[in-house]
C-alpha cells in the first residue's frame, strides 16, 4: 500500500510539473543560450567551469547560465526545492542546449520544444560500480516502477564518455543506444593534465605544510547507502612519522573521521589526488582520475561480496589488476611500505577506461555543442 501511494504521489507530481511546463514553454527559445544543471552540488564542478570558460573564449555573445542545486534533506528545504525546479523548467523552455551531470528531474521527467538539445556529461569518468537502470530494484537502486514514471534519464540528445569501455557500460546504465554515445571525454581530464588550470596546489600546501615533508596517502572511498565506514583499521596501518593519511569521504557520507585526516572541502579530491603518491579506493571512478596521471592505485575490497549483492559491478578488479586488489588493508601497507606496484597493470586499466587523455576534452565538448548555436 506504501509503495502505491509513492507511486499515486510522483505520477501527480510530474502531471503538475508538466501542466506547469506546457505554459513555461510559451516563452521563446534562446538560439544563443546553454543551460548547465546540476543536482550533485551547489556550487558548479569543474566541469561546469570548464565548459563555461571555454564557451565564453569561443564566443562571448553565448548566454551561458549555470544552475546547482542538491536536493535538501529537511520539509522546508524540500518545499522550496520545488519552486526551484519552477526556474529550472522556465530555464529549460528559454535554452537551446541543456548540460547536465547527473539525473536532473526536470530534464528527463518532462516533454520538451524540439530543438532542445540536451548533453549528458555525467559527474564521474566511468563507472566501476553499477547505477541507473543497472541496478534497479536493487538494495541501492531505483525502484523499477518510480524510474518508470520518472522517466529517469530520458530525453538526452547524447552522452559523453571517455572510452569504447565506458560507452559499453553507459549503454546499459542510462538505457540508451551506443550511438548516442560520445567519446569526446571529460573537463576534468584537461585539469588533471594542464598544470596551466590548476592553481589550487601551491594553496593546499601553503595551508598544510606537513604534506610537503612526507609521502601523502589518499583513502578515497565510495559512498555506501545507509552504511557507516569504519575507518579505525586504515588510520591505524601506516607509519605516521612516514606517511601522511588523507581521508575524503563522499559529501553524503556521515562516518565519524578525526579532523587529523581531513583536508578542507574547499580543494577537491581532483586537487588531493594531484598532491597523494598513493590512492587507496574501491568502487570509487576516483581510481580513473587518479590512472590518468599515473598515480599508483590500491583497491581496497574488504566488502566485495555484500557491495556486490547490494549494487553489483561493471569491472573485475581482481582480474583488471589482481597485484593491486586487496580484501585486508594491511596487504597493501605492505606493498607500500615495500616500495612493489605492478606498473604494467596500471597502464593497462589507463589504456582501456581513458582513451581521451589529451587536453582537448573540453574543446571537443564544445565543439560539438556549438554546431547547434546559429
Known sequence: MKNFIQKCILYIARLSMSFIYFFIKLFPMQKNKILMLSRQSNTPSIDFNLLNQEIKNRNNNINVKILCKKIPENFIG?????????????????????????????????????????????????????????????????????????????????????????????????????????????????????????????????????????????????????????????????????????????????????EGFLINNKYSTLDLIKIADYIITDYSAASFEAATINKKIFFYLYDIKEYEKARGLNINLKQEMPNETFNEIKEIAKRIENNLYNEEELENFRKKYIETIDTKNTERIVNYLLQYIK
Open 78 to 258: 524540500k518545499i522550496a526545492y520545488c519552486f526551484y525546479i519552477v526556474k529550472c523548467m522556465y530555464n529549460l523552455a528559454t535554452s537551446k542546449i541543456c548540460i547536465v551531470d547527473g539525473y536532473v528531474i526536470p530534464v528527463s521527467a518532462l516533454k520538451h520544444k524540439k530543438g532542445l538539445v540536451i548533453m549528458q556529461i555525467w559527474h564521474a569518468m566511468g563507472a566501476i560500480k553499477q547505477f541507473g537502470y543497472q541496478i534497479t530494484d536493487k538494495k541501492e537502486g531505483s525502484n523499477n516502477s518510480v524510474a518508470k514514471i520518472m522517466k529517469m534519464h530520458k530525453n538526452y540528445t547524447n552522452i559523453t564518455c571517455t572510452s569504447e569501455a565506458t560507452k559499453k557500460i553507459y549503454a546499459q546504465a542510462f538505457n540508451i543506444n551506443e550511438s548516442k554515445i560520445l567519446k569526446l571525454g571529460m573537463p576534468r581530464i584537461d585539469y588533471l593534465l594542464n598544470e596551466n588550470i590548476n592553481k589550487n596546489i601551491e594553496e593546499i600546501y601553503k595551508e598544510y605544510p606537513k604534506l610537503k615533508e612526507k609521502q601523502n596517502i589518499l583513502y578515497v572511498p565510495t559512498f555506501r547507502k545507509n552504511v557507516e565506514i569504519d575507518l579505525t583499521q586504515i588510520c591505524n596501518s601506516f607509519n605516521k612519522e612516514k606517511y601522511n593519511l588523507i581521508i575524503r569521504l563522499h559529501p553524503l557520507d556521515k562516518s565519524k573521521v578525526d
